[in-house]
């Protein structure tokens, strides 16, 4: 779509397509290097380049800016050996519904695997080729559902909105959880979340920092709203 603002009143014609040829044709189900099949989440690498999240195919796409064209081929893919493979998997080079994606400031490209527990972390996406590994970061040990991740510009700091149902052992309370993450700590091995900070929410949907690092939560209340932490909270699973 072009710049909304410039036309503020509309009508907002899309002028690109990506996923299928054309605006007409709607493929379902074929994996090749051109066609999307439930694409749930976008990104952009810090140089304009596309990543998509295709997660009917078990798969994340890199699209480069040379420039973009209706139908055009993926450059990378990610969470398959090659174009026609669609499988799910647990390997480290393997995805199981890719949720969401997330770029950091390295264009690390951090990936909300949901069916396998873990966010999938891609080190430096724009030099990556087809089928290459992730490294883990085990969500709740593994049993977590994450549904999105997004990563703070100004820090580097992991948030992760996790769709898994926890229990507050002091208030009986079902619900679900945002964690952080240090950065750093995770690109060394870590996998545990900041004892400091957990928001509990309901069932997450969507979540997106504002400029000052702010939580906005997407939840299964149907509301948006900021987020408050209880740095307190003891759970049981």
């Known amino acids: 779509f072009p710049?909304?603002?410039?036309?503020p009143s509309g009508p907002f014609v899309a002028d690109l397509v990506i996923g299928q040829p054309d605006f007409t044709t709607r493929t379902d189900g074929v994996a090749?290097?051109?066609r999307l099949f439930r694409p749930v989440s976008i990104t952009f690498t810090y140089d304009g380049h596309l990543v998509v999240s295709d997660a009917?195919?078990?798969r994340v796409l890199l699209y480069r800016d040379s420039p973009f064209s209706n139908g055009q081929a993926a450059d990378v893919i990610l969470g398959q050996p090659d174009g026609t493979s669609s499988a799910s998997g647990s390997g480290p080079a393997q995805l199981n519904y890719p949720a969401s994606v997330a770029i950091d400031p390295d264009d690390r490209l951090y990936v909300a695997d949901r069916n396998n527990g873990r966010v999938s972390i891609f080190n430096r996406i724009n030099t990556q080729s087809d089928g290459a590994d992730a490294a883990p970061l085990p969500i709740s040990a593994g049993r977590g559902l994450p549904v999105n991740v997004t990563v703070s510009s100004r820090?580097?700091?992991?948030?992760?909105a996790d769709f898994a149902q926890y229990t507050d052992t002091v208030?009986?309370?079902p619900g679900s959880l945002?964690?952080?993450f240090d950065r750093d700590q995770v690109l060394f091995g870590g996998s545990t979340p900041d004892p400091t900070f957990r928001i509990w929410t309901y069932f997450p949907k969507g979540l997106v920092l504002d400029p000052k690092d702010n939580v906005l939560v997407v939840d299964?209340?149907?509301r948006v709203l900021p987020a408050l932490q209880t740095p307190t909270?003891?759970?049981f699973l």
């Open 220 to 222: 299964g209340g149907q």
């Open 233 to 235: 909270l003891e759970l």
């Open 171 to 173: 208030q009986k309370v």
């Open 32 to 34: 090749t290097r051109d």
């Open 178 to 180: 945002i964690w952080r």
């Open 56 to 58: 009917g195919h078990h």
């Open 155 to 160: 820090t580097g700091q992991i948030y992760v």
């Open 3 to 7: 710049r909304p603002f410039d036309n």
